[in-house]
């Protein structure tokens, strides 16, 4: 990904006396990037060595009308650019969104959001802020953030597998993302892991995501509760989420355990499917799951080693991303930000 200061992955390099060169001729030093969350919305000032110099947030679903939604997002930026002491200097806004579609700067009928249809994200967001506007899928915005900054940084070919409320995927292919013929290219989670199976989402039945985002998880936790009277630290807590089942596998709770190694089993068969087309040099997982570490890993692993077209085993590796999960969307949106064309409303 170009852009007007070069290559971004190479843009923390960048010396003082250059930054205040660009500052000083008038170049545009800095962007915003935006996480849209099922929860909550996080908007970030970054500058172009992906530094986050502030932040501002709300809840996502305090907003259900798109058009307030859009004008509380608005304000957010607005008062990100008034801390940057210099809203002059802000080139552009990138978005990471469920369900986001590169190609048409709209979320385009997204199961978990509340705002249902396609929502012109990247148009409304443009005419109340006067600058350009960038939109992807958060799998997408992940990856951008991992090639730039962590795990991916230096590949050309590997694949972001995003784990969180949904299952989202992006493919990196020849340095760049593979977005398809309508930018839904990627979408592992909703390719069948069992005919007939979960109830997903997206309508269908037995998608992987079913199995392996945070709602599956939950549901694989309550069905190895039902067919066990084993005790279980899962068993006394009201509102059992993915974390506290990764906290209860490090304290050596054996149906947690349980809970996470079919997860990862899920996980493995899936990734292997995905590897054997694609070829990648590495699998990257992020978000909530993600964080249950050896014990989705060991068995995801097993299974992927099992079910792998042979000349591709053990030849791809199965890592997390060592990044924060909250700074990685925004960051992946502030590079999506740079690679958008310039505009401003007031030029």
Known sequence: MQTIFGWVGISSYICPLLLTHMIENNYKTQVIGVDIRV????????????????????????????????????????????????????????ISAPSGNFNTGCMEN???????????????????????????????????????????????????????????????????????????????????????????GCGKQGCLEAYTASKGVLQTAQEVLSESDDPSLMRSVQNLTVRLIIEFCNQGDQLAIETMRRTGHALGI??????????????????????AGKWLLEPANDAFETHVFHNMKGKVKLMNSFNEDKDLNVLGASVLAWDVKEYSLFK
């Open 270 to 291: 899936g990734l292997a499917n995905y590897a054997s087309l694609f070829n990648p040099e590495a699998i990257i997982l992020s978000g909530v799951v993600s964080r």
């Open 110 to 200: 997204s199961p978990n959001l509340p705002w249902k249809g396609i929502v012109p994200l990247a148009a409304m967001l443009r005419d109340r802020l006067g600058l350009a506007v960038a939109v992807d899928n958060n799998a997408n915005a992940i990856a951008m953030a991992e090639h730039a900054f962590g795990a991916a940084h230096g590949m050309k070919d590997f694949v972001l597998v995003n784990l969180g409320s949904g299952m989202g995927s992006c493919i990196f292919s020849h340095g760049n993302i593979h977005q398809g013929t309508n930018g839904f290219a990627g979408e592992i989670g909703h390719t069948t892991y069992a005919s007939g199976g979960r109830q997903c």
């Open 39 to 94: 929860d909550r919305t996080i908007s970030a000032l970054v500058n172009i060595r992906g530094e986050i110099l502030a932040r501002e947030e709300f809840a996502t679903a305090d907003y259900p009308n798109i058009s307030e939604y859009v004008t509380k997002l608005a304000d957010s930026i607005a008062l990100l650019m008034e801390k940057s002491g210099n809203p002059d200097g802000i080139r552009s806004v990138g």
